[in-house]
């Protein structure tokens, strides 16, 4: 099931970045009074209330000379997120009122027939107040009054956000099936490998970035086991705005990821690995989902004895936050181990719901301690008391210690590594968390 996505719009300099950072809790946009820093759109899980949602700064804009490129750079970002988008923020500024680009914003907004929040941004006190009624004049409906600077009117804002977001949820996938998306930057080969895997031409395959137009679910069984192929090359091709395809295939990837329960990523093996490959991967692996490395194109390569292995250790040093996915060298065109794909995905989904009985886990945490105790911090020594798995898809664990403020991300990294030792968790993330243990435990 998607989470609704919300995209937060509006001219260079009106706060995006600071609501954006202030919505998802920690600083990623990067925040200065300058206009055109946010260089990219940012994607990012938020959650209010009961709801969880993914949140898109839409910053990218490069200022250039004079006010139409300016204009037509805006476009093109808030296009982009819009296409996507459930719900709209578009954000204003009270300090210099209706702006004419803001008149631009609008034009693309009321095109888009999507739900959109008008947010007035720098009220910062309350003598500002009588000055958000000019934003009436836009049509859409009461402005909201927000600071981004103190952090006022968000809840009141997320409140009317909340009212637009689907809800008749379909109900979710048999349990059965093994949900797997192809991701990857566009025209790598991801509908190459899915009619390679399904036998016969069911997805539009071109040479030109960009022909799949949405998410397709193609179920297929092998081996008495079901799966449900989601190939999420995803391009809408409409004039120059679906030309910056590589900044558009992320939020794709994104969509599909949570739908599924294995990502397979795919690299172009003539090309090489690209920062817009690390970004998509960086998506999957903080999603939770299982994960295996598919590079395509591998006959096309030119080989000798060592270009596998130097392929393979490119792949680890540029993903070592994956050091856990396995990696497969393939070929949709001539079909070269196309049939380790499937088998793998079932052992990889495998280990993504494995469960730990608790004693075996507590095992693994003594003899970890045993052979490397915890370390101290300004005196106090860390003790881990006792651990327990507390849901799968990804495995996540709960370490119960005397002091979660001392527990060093190196040391949870070692104590991953020992539980990864005993259960191999090819493929899937694990989680490991740190509680305070209790004094009540019996």
Known sequence: MSKPVVAIVGRPNVGKSTIFNRLVGERISIVEDVPGVTRDRIYSSAEWLKYEFNLIDTGGIEIGNGEDQILEQMREQAELAIEEADVIIFMVDVKTGVTSTDQEVTKILYRSNKPVVLAVNKVDNINKMDEIYEFYALGFGEPLPISGAHGTGLGDLLDEVVKHFPQDEEVEEDDDKIRVAFIGRPNVGKSS?????????????SPVAGTTRDAIDTPITKDDQEYVLVDTAGMRKRGKVYEKTEKYSVLRALKAIERSDVALLVINGEEGIIEQDKKIAGYAHEAGRGVIIIVNKWDAVEKDDRTHQEFKKDIRDHFKFLDYAPILFVSASTRQRIHQILPKVKDVAEQHALRV???????????????NPPPSDKGKRLKVNYGTQVSVK?????????????????????MENKIREAFPFEGTPIRIFTRKKSDNRH
């Open 193 to 205: 490998l899915v009619n390679a895997l399904l036998g016969q031409e069911r997805v539009i395959v």
């Open 357 to 371: 009985q608790t004693h075996v886990l507590n095992d693994i945490i003594l003899d970890a301690v045993t052979m």
């Open 394 to 414: 990804p495995p996540t664990f709960v370490l119960f210690v005397n002091d979660p403020e001392i527990m060093h991300f190196s040391y949870l990294r070692y």
